[in-house]
């Protein structure tokens, strides 16, 4: 089967958008890329700062409502949708709800060949990075370091706290074969 899918998951300030562009360069074919930053900016200003769609607190933590989860599911079958009609897709997505987070992408998917990727990263240096950006609340990328991958089932793994993300991008490419 060809893997028309790859999902990376990982906290904030991981490191995953910085592989998904290494990504795009380095596959022979073109690669879609959607994030779960871009779907958050996608929805409306109400919704951003809201219990019924996403709340981001001072501490880091993020909390999602009903609304969120609505919209969430019709971002996700649209992505699947997209693969099922010839594109290849990555996605760069935070499994805020770890293993539940990857089985809404499972249930979506139904019988696509993805490759799920985690990305790891130490969590005092994806704070070090969450406070260059300078677009995060401090806090997030502490709170998410490790909760995104509880119970979540990877083919490959990689970590972005020493590494570059060419070289994690490689290893990516190298299992897709």
Request: aromatic share 6%; glycine share 12%.
């Given at each position: 089967?060809?893997t028309?899918?790859?999902?990376?998951?990982g906290?904030?300030?991981?490191?995953?958008?910085?592989?998904v562009?290494?990504?795009?360069?380095?596959l022979?074919?073109?690669?879609?890329?959607?994030?779960?930053?871009?779907?958050?900016?996608?929805?409306?200003?109400?919704?951003?700062?809201?219990d019924?769609?996403?709340?981001?607190?001072?501490?880091?933590?993020?909390?999602?409502g009903?609304?969120?989860?609505?919209?969430?599911?019709?971002?996700?079958?649209?992505?699947?949708?997209m693969?099922?009609?010839?594109?290849?897709v990555?996605?760069?997505?935070?499994?805020l709800?770890?293993?539940?987070?990857?089985?809404?992408?499972?249930?979506?998917?139904?019988?696509?060949?993805?490759?799920?990727?985690?990305?790891?990263c130490?969590s005092?240096?994806?704070?070090?990075?969450?406070?260059?950006?300078?677009?995060?609340?401090?806090?997030?990328?502490?709170?998410?370091?490790v909760?995104?991958?509880e119970?979540?089932?990877?083919?490959?793994?990689?970590?972005?706290?020493?590494?570059?993300?060419?070289?994690?991008?490689?290893?990516?490419?190298?299992?897709?074969?």
């Amino acid at each position: 089967m060809t893997t028309q899918m790859i999902i990376l998951n990982g906290g904030s300030s991981s490191g995953k958008s910085g592989i998904v562009r290494c990504l795009q360069d380095l596959l022979p074919d073109p690669w879609l890329a959607f994030g779960c930053d871009s779907f958050v900016d996608a929805m409306p200003a109400r919704l951003q700062a809201a219990d019924e769609g996403i709340t981001f607190a001072a501490d880091g933590t993020v909390s999602v409502g009903a609304e969120f989860r609505v919209l969430e599911k019709a971002w996700t079958e649209g992505i699947v949708a997209m693969a099922r009609a010839g594109a290849r897709v990555i996605v760069d997505d935070v499994f805020l709800g770890g293993a539940a987070s990857q089985q809404r992408w499972q249930k979506a998917l139904g019988g696509l060949d993805v490759l799920w990727v985690g990305v790891r990263c130490e969590s005092a240096v994806a704070a070090g990075r969450e406070v260059a950006r300078g677009d995060r609340a401090r806090g997030m990328a502490a709170s998410q370091a490790v909760v995104v991958h509880e119970g979540v089932v990877y083919d490959v793994e990689v970590d972005t706290t020493y590494t570059e993300s060419l070289v994690c991008a490689e290893a990516v490419a190298a299992r897709l074969g």
